[in-house]
């Protein structure tokens, strides 16, 4: 048996999307008309936790910072993966066991090969 879509049921994906979209620029309308537009030298200036700012806020970070954020990132989210898997486990049987263990075999030496460049060396 085929079933076929009409136009009529995407009616509430589009309104939803319609709505989201109007909140969105009634809002970033309303703040701009609503809000101040006095421009002081006091307002403009940088604030951070009550303390007075010191030096130059472009500081260069170190690039082992942002290689250990990117990699933290990477392998959080294919750990996501992972609960899918976990929640499933029984109807995939041997096959979906098999699968996984591939994708963790595939995991680990990525996360060994990183290990092995240095990657997570803070030296």
Known sequence: MQVQNSLSDYL????M????????VVTMLATHWIGPKKKTEKKLESFEC??????????PFSVKYFLVAILFVLFDVEVIFMYPWAVNFKELGL????????FM?????GFF?????GALNWE
């Open 50 to 59: 009550g303390i007075e700012s010191q030096g130059n806020a472009r500081i």
């Open 113 to 117: 090969y990183i290990i092995k460049k």
């Open 95 to 102: 096959t979906g066991l098999i699968e996984m263990f591939s």
């Open 105 to 109: 075999a595939i995991l680990l030496t």
């Open 12 to 15: 509430p994906i589009f309104f």
């Open 17 to 24: 999307f319609v709505v989201a979209v109007g909140f969105i």
